[in-house]
């Protein structure tokens, strides 16, 4: 009953949410398109801090470096240590309200609080939280950029959020080292080195990188529930990191198993590059370029990448 309960607020919230976006919009209408995308951009950003100020967590990370995979392995870590619904999803505060043990965890990609506060080179709003960064390769985060824009995206998140237009005849390569905000290899560069600058002004901060992850996904989860103060036994952590695998992650995106939670839904079930579970393969940026193109791309990373990421 809570579960349902939860769905239907969360539901209701979104609903919400969305009211609010086209009423600014409809009462900004006659506005130049640069001004609406701005004030919608103040009105999310509003919007994110508000849940940030609740939080007791933060994980955030820029767009596709691995923040659904650990969210269905932490919502399994949940569920079997607390006997939560089945194929509940974590959201914001939903599993805390059926257990005040867990934590209220925000999820962001931090996208547009700076455009509330107007300050995009600070993150002081996050500076009294525990926060843990969730970093991958950006070489591989501006690959599945460019197939989450070219076939995920919804319209109005392509210029809300400065990608190309769909209508461009664009390859991987000139997306990954053009200039677009939304995902191109210097959108992700700047975006790490925002918060590798930022770090020590955090209360708590705990790195999470992808790569580390994958090769030693047990001792990794230990370090992060460690970090988050939460309590979990080897064997629940294990039985976690089993449902968050590769085969089964796709499995549940076929079936729709999150449909409920709004996540992890291809857009065309006959294309697996419309699939939010992709791939998953380290270093798999390679598998798209030339020599000399990806030769390009790791001295573009290597010149501008703060080395706190290892990634050179």
């Known amino acids: 009953m809570k579960y349902a309960l939860q769905q239907l607020r969360h539901a209701a919230n979104t609903l919400r949410k969305k009211a609010a976006r086209r009423l600014l919009n409809w009462r900004n209408r006659n506005r130049p398109q640069a001004e609406l995308i701005a004030e919608e951009r103040r009105l999310r950003g509003r919007e994110q801090l508000a849940r940030l100020r609740e939080a007791d967590i933060v994980i955030v990370s820029f767009g596709k470096s691995g923040r659904t995979w650990l969210r269905v392995m932490l919502s399994q870590l949940f569920r079997i240590r607390h006997d939560l619904p089945e194929n509940a999803l974590l959201g914001f505060d939903n599993f805390h309200s059926m257990n005040a043990a867990v934590p209220k965890i925000f999820f962001t990609h931090d996208n547009y609080i700076k455009d509330y506060t107007g300050e995009p080179g600070s993150k002081a709003p996050f500076y ?7 970093a991958r390769d950006p070489r591989d985060v501006a690959v599945s950029q460019f197939f989450q824009w070219r076939f995920r995206l919804k319209p109005n998140k392509v210029v809300l959020n400065n990608y190309p237009s769909r209508d461009d005849d664009i390859s991987v390569y000139d997306f990954v080292t053009g200039d677009n905000d939304g995902g191109s290899l210097r959108a ?9 600058a930022e770090r020590e002004h955090i209360q708590r901060f705990h790195l999470l990188r992808y790569e580390d992850l994958r090769v030693d996904p047990q ?13 979990a036994t080897p064997e629940e952590q294990a039985s976690a990191i089993e449902h968050a695998s590769f085969e089964n992650m796709k ?18 079930k006959d294309n697996p590059d419309s699939y939010k579970v992709r791939r998953a393969k380290v270093g798999g940026y390679r598998d798209y370029f030339s020599d000399e193109e990806a030769e390009a791309i790791d001295r573009q990373l290597a010149e501008s990448l703060d080395p706190l990421y290892g990634y050179h």
Do not use: C, H, Q
């Open 128 to 134: 009294d939280k525990p926060v843990v960064l969730m």
């Open 188 to 196: 992700v560069v700047d975006y790490l080195n925002t918060w590798a």
């Open 219 to 231: 001792g990794e989860l230990a370090k992060l529930v460690a970090f988050m103060g939460v309590e």
């Open 251 to 268: 499995k549940m995106e076929s079936s729709d198993t999150f449909r409920f939670a709004g996540r992890m839904r291809a857009r065309d």
